[in-house]
């Protein structure tokens, strides 16, 4: 499988991973706050603050993994660059000799 599609693949995932438990977060959080608007039969104040609650936890979730992503990644892309300067600098100090 090419890399670019792993690539797109593991972020549509940790996308979907993010948005689907930021979203149960927030509905959690709704329901503890007592804005449940799974119960409300009327679209009063309480059922729209617990729907935007469901909104912004699925969107703060998305974005932190998201983050965690781009670090996990900076961090492995910065891992091999390490090792192969530390080659490099170990053969210049041998090559001296």
């Known amino acids: 499988m ?3 599609i792993k690539n797109a693949l593991g972020e549509g995932l940790v996308d979907a991973l993010g948005f689907v438990g930021g979203a149960l977060a927030g509905g959690l959080l709704a329901r503890w706050l007592g ?3 799974l119960t ?8 729209m603050g617990g729907i935007a609650l469901v909104g912004l ?7 932190a993994a998201r983050k ?4 996990e990644t900076v961090a492995d ?3 091999p660059a390490s090792k192969a300067s530390a080659k490099s600098a170990k053969a210049g100090k041998t090559g001296k000799r």
Do not use: H
């Not at 965690?68 to 670090?71: E, S």
């Open 2 to 4: 090419d890399t670019q």
């Open 35 to 37: 804005f449940d608007f």
């Open 40 to 47: 409300n039969t009327t679209w009063d104040a309480k059922a």
């Open 57 to 63: 936890g699925a969107g703060l979730g998305k974005a």
């Open 68 to 71: 965690l992503l781009k670090r």
């Open 77 to 79: 892309a910065a891992a």
